[in-house]
């Protein structure tokens, strides 16, 4: 199963300032921020390691230089090519991939994820998802434990009350009542023929901008994650 992402391209977002960890990374990039002694980015570049990917792109941005040292020096001697592009400080996530997509091969697949996550779920599993709808744009969804008390109701009448409940997905007063929302995990494949659908240099938001169009033509699929996704935002979260 490991060979249905050896040649696959990992996307890897590693180039934002992490402005909300405040002080944390003053001097030192989110990605390189420890875990229980070893930098978030050991556990992703390991973890995607082990599932077989062998091709990696990082768009880099602040303190690029930095993990661009530490991210070569944890592949040395690997079977794997690590691809590093220059991509500014300030850049926005359309502007970063618009810079690396030549080294994309065309028409084909590539696995975009953030840098700040923990994580350890079947990536290959998401991908024959993906590969099983034709999808461009496969999402994937997580449940998330409330940060607040939930309250709980039938028939308009409250029957419960927890703290640390996991959640699995929103309704919005947006929507009709069958149409409800799911958390992203951040977790993406995408067909690079999907970025012909929207304007790299002028998009203000990727995510929005791209997902949506996708979803609008049936060419989206979503794949729940089933396993540990942990998120690092804040000070707390580390």
């Not at 602040?62 to 850049?91: A, H, M, P, R, W």
């Not at 799911?182 to 997902?211: M, P, R, T």
């Amino acid at each position: 199963m490991k060979t249905i992402v050896k040649d696959k391209f990992v996307l890897l977002l590693c180039g934002g300032r992490g402005s909300r960890m405040g002080d944390y990374t003053t001097s030192i990039p989110k990605p390189l921020l420890n875990v229980h002694g070893k930098p978030i980015l050991w556990y992703t570049f390991w973890t995607l390691y082990n599932q077989g990917f062998r091709n990696y792109i990082l768009p880099l941005g602040y303190q690029g230089g930095k993990i661009k040292k530490y991210v070569s020096k944890i592949s040395e001697g690997l079977d794997c090519k690590i691809l590093f592009k220059n991509t500014g400080v300030d850049t926005s996530i359309a502007e970063r991939i618009n810079l690396v997509k030549d080294m994309i091969p065309e028409n084909s697949d590539f696995f975009m994820l953030n840098s700040d996550t923990l994580f350890d779920f079947d990536i290959k599993e998401m991908y024959l998802t993906h590969l099983t709808n034709k999808a461009l744009v496969t999402l994937s969804s997580v449940e998330v434990v409330s940060s607040w008390g939930l309250m709980f109701l039938k028939d308009d009448k409250l029957v419960g009350f927890d703290r640390e409940r996991k959640v699995r997905h929103f309704v919005s007063n947006d929507f009709s009542d069958n149409i409800y929302g799911l958390v992203y995990s951040g977790f993406v494949w995408i067909n690079k023929s999907a970025l012909e659908h929207v304007d790299l240099i002028k998009c203000q938001d990727f995510e929005q901008s791209l997902y949506q169009k996708i979803i609008e033509i049936n060419k989206s699929a979503n794949y729940q994650i089933r396993g540990l996704w942990y998120p690092i935002d804040t000070p707390k979260d580390l």
